[in-house]
């Protein structure tokens, strides 16, 4: 069958669009327009945007924004206050730490306390009859990163679904959604690498074999702060201030939704594990694959005959 891929640059990445059958390269552009829209109207890299128009107002006023802004605005303060680590909140100890950046510093204790006062997701309101956002003290800041990409892979499949789209992969780095039966396979599933941590990019310590999905990854290996013999990783505990600890080095959740797959890996990343019954009561959330900084690869709710393990310096390990 024909693929017709092309790659992009948005969201701070590169993003690789695929479709197969008899498609056309306005309809991979379509989509990258798309995802161009909602960057530009969720991204806080730079000055002017509706979420950078709800962080200036901050203490001052509710700003009202587009449906589709508040939709997952009010979906990412609702997730933030369930309070297991995801925090949308979180965007002024992020630019403290600046971790990823040339002039990443470790903090004084006493400016992440400050920081710390300025992310309370109770400290935040949304009114869905006005559509409005209000970040109730000063230096407040609304980051919708760590849930964006999934929103928007989801809003590209649904736009390539009404075009009546089968097959197809959106690649938006770190997230990816896999859209209809796999044309390359007889069993019409995909074969989707679990990187390892340890090595380039790319370099898979295992596969995975499901049928259509979101694929989503959170892990410690991209950014990094080395200081005095200590290495400082980018995934930031909202309740102490400080990189999460535990020994994890990724989490990767296999679900129907991308947004999903965001929330679900950040539930786990600060579980440090295997949660007990972990989307047993969901038929929506596929299963995870947590690789651990001893070489552990830890699977939930997949099935053995779903993920080969590429690397044999890795031991394979199942959990309820």
């Given at each position: 069958?024909?693929?017709?891929?092309?790659?992009?640059?948005?969201?701070?990445?590169?993003?690789?669009?695929?479709?197969?059958?008899?498609?056309?390269?306005?309809?991979?552009?379509?989509?990258?327009?798309?995802?161009?829209?909602?960057?530009?109207?969720?991204?806080?890299?730079?000055?002017?945007?509706?979420?950078?128009?709800?962080?200036?107002?901050?203490?001052?006023?509710?700003?009202?924004?587009?449906?589709?802004?508040?939709?997952?605005?009010?979906?990412?303060?609702?997730?933030?206050?369930?309070?297991?680590?995801?925090?949308?909140?979180?965007?002024?100890?992020?630019?403290?730490?600046?971790?990823?950046?040339?002039?990443?510093?470790?903090?004084?204790?006493?400016?992440?306390?400050?920081?710390?006062?300025?992310?309370?997701?109770?400290?935040?309101?949304?009114?869905?009859?006005?559509?409005?956002?209000?970040?109730?003290?000063?230096?407040?800041?609304?980051?919708?990163?760590?849930?964006?990409?999934?929103?928007?892979?989801?809003?590209?499949?649904?736009?390539?679904?009404?075009?009546?789209?089968?097959?197809?992969?959106?690649?938006?780095?770190?997230?990816?959604?896999?859209?209809?039966?796999?044309?390359?396979?007889?069993?019409?599933?995909?074969?989707?690498?679990?990187?390892?941590?340890?090595?380039?990019?790319?370099?898979?310590?295992?596969?995975?074999?499901?049928?259509?999905?979101?694929?989503?990854?959170?892990?410690?290996?991209?950014?990094?702060?080395?200081?005095?013999?200590?290495?400082?990783?980018?995934?930031?505990?909202?309740?102490?201030?400080?990189?999460?600890?535990?020994?994890?080095?990724?989490?990767?959740?296999?679900?129907?939704?991308?947004?999903?797959?965001?929330?679900?890996?950040?539930?786990?990343?600060?579980?440090?594990?295997?949660?007990?019954?972990?989307g047993q009561s969901r038929s929506d959330l596929y299963g995870a694959v947590f690789v651990t900084k001893d070489h552990k690869l830890i699977v939930q709710k997949l099935k053995p005959e779903h993920i080969h393990l590429l690397n044999p310096h890795y031991h394979l390990h199942f959990s309820n």
């Amino acid at each position: 069958m024909n693929r017709l891929s092309k790659q992009y640059y948005g969201l701070g990445t590169l993003i690789t669009l695929s479709l197969f059958g008899s498609s056309q390269n306005a309809d991979l552009d379509q989509a990258a327009h798309l995802i161009q829209t909602y960057e530009n109207l969720l991204t806080v890299n730079r000055p002017q945007s509706e979420i950078m128009a709800i962080n200036h107002a901050a203490g001052q006023h509710p700003v009202a924004v587009s449906d589709a802004t508040y939709q997952i605005a009010r979906q990412a303060i609702e997730v933030s206050r369930a309070d297991f680590g995801f925090n949308a909140l979180i965007g002024p100890l992020v630019k403290l730490w600046k971790i990823g950046f040339t002039d990443a510093q470790v903090p004084s204790p006493q400016q992440i306390n400050i920081r710390l006062a300025l992310i309370n997701p109770k400290d935040c309101s949304y009114n869905d009859q006005n559509r409005e956002i209000y970040l109730h003290l000063p230096g407040m800041e609304l980051d919708l990163g760590a849930i964006a990409k999934g929103y928007i892979a989801d809003r590209v499949q649904d736009l390539w679904h009404a075009y009546g789209k089968i097959s197809g992969s959106i690649d938006l780095g770190g997230n990816l959604m896999l859209m209809g039966p796999a044309p390359m396979h007889t069993d019409h599933c995909w074969n989707i690498g679990i990187q390892d941590p340890k090595a380039p990019r790319g370099q898979a310590l295992a596969s995975v074999h499901l049928p259509a999905c979101s694929a989503v990854t959170s892990g410690i290996y991209e950014r990094h702060l080395e200081v005095a013999g200590h290495s400082y990783h980018h995934i930031l505990d909202p309740r102490t201030g400080y990189p999460c600890t535990n020994q994890l080095a990724s989490v990767t959740v296999f679900s129907k939704k991308s947004i999903d797959g965001e929330i679900e890996t950040a539930r786990l990343f600060f579980a440090g594990g295997p949660l007990k019954n972990w989307g047993q009561s969901r038929s929506d959330l596929y299963g995870a694959v947590f690789v651990t900084k001893d070489h552990k690869l830890i699977v939930q709710k997949l099935k053995p005959e779903h993920i080969h393990l590429l690397n044999p310096h890795y031991h394979l390990h199942f959990s309820n």
